[in-house]
């Protein structure tokens, strides 16, 4: 298997810009999770979704954050319109059963 | 609810010293606990797990944990560091008891290792 895939890597934009980042869970989990990493707040749960459906998103910053589950395989985290502050590392992580496995991450810089 | 916490946000040790990391967890219910480790520029990754079976967890790269329910605690140990532990440990536990999706996770514990 290959893991959880995100996409792109990293990003460069500027403020105001739309944002979209993508992930592709392990297939035949059930559960995906989107975290936000920074420097001064850690790690942060934004959003987690269970058989597409968002449980939970009371960690999603405000209005400008929108997170998408359209089917089993393809999630979609979008910021519009982006600030500097959301200048982050961007972590995906899907599971079955409690345990959660991680994406390499994407790496977005809000100029 | 659930909560971790982890003493410590920066450890140092010798190489060839004991790791130890602290952990410190709430839970009104059974948990499952995780340890988890992030490398530089990439993703978590997971350790070990305690999920109620040995209360003494053993996971990769030559680390373990130990489940002290009286003490609420899952420290992280290894007996011998080596360089290549270097990185930011972060210790979890599942919101909403066993199988339960959601982890809340400490604020991470930055192991350095000193040559």
């Known amino acids: 298997d290959a893991g959880v895939i995100q996409s792109p890597r990293h990003e460069v934009t500027e403020m105001g810009q739309e944002v979209t980042l993508r992930c592709k869970p392990i297939?035949?989990?059930?559960?995906l999770f989107w975290y936000r990493q920074t420097m001064m707040r850690g790690l942060e749960l934004l959003i987690y979704?269970?058989?597409?459906?968002?449980?939970?998103d009371s960690g999603m910053p405000e209005d400008r954050f929108s997170a998408k589950m359209p089917n089993a395989s393809f999630s979609t985290l979008k910021i519009q319109p982006s600030e500097p502050r959301d200048s982050a590392v961007y972590f995906c992580a899907s599971s079955f059963w409690g345990e959660q496995f991680f994406g390499p991450g994407t790496r977005l810089t809000v100029l | 609810a659930q909560s971790v916490t982890q003493l410590g946000s920066h450890v140092s040790v010798s190489e060839g010293a004991l790791v130890l990391l602290r952990c410190n967890y709430s839970?009104?219910?059974?948990?499952?606990l995780f340890w988890y480790v992030q490398y530089p520029n990439q993703g978590l990754q997971l350790l070990l797990k305690?999920?109620?079976?040995?209360?003494l967890v053993k996971g990769i790269n030559g680390f373990e944990a130990e489940f002290k329910k009286s003490e609420t605690s899952f420290h992280l140990t290894k007996p011998s560091a080596h360089m290549s532990d270097a990185a930011e440990y972060f210790c979890?536990?599942?919101?909403?008891?066993?199988?339960?999706?959601?982890?809340?996770f400490g604020q991470g514990t930055r192991l350095t290792i000193n040559p």
């Open positions: 839970s009104s219910v059974p948990p499952y």
């Open positions: 297939s035949g989990h059930n559960s």
């Open positions: 979890a536990v599942s919101e909403g008891g066993q199988g339960a999706q959601k982890l809340v």
């Open positions: 305690y999920t109620s079976a040995a209360t």
């Open positions: 979704f269970n058989n597409n459906v968002p449980i939970d």
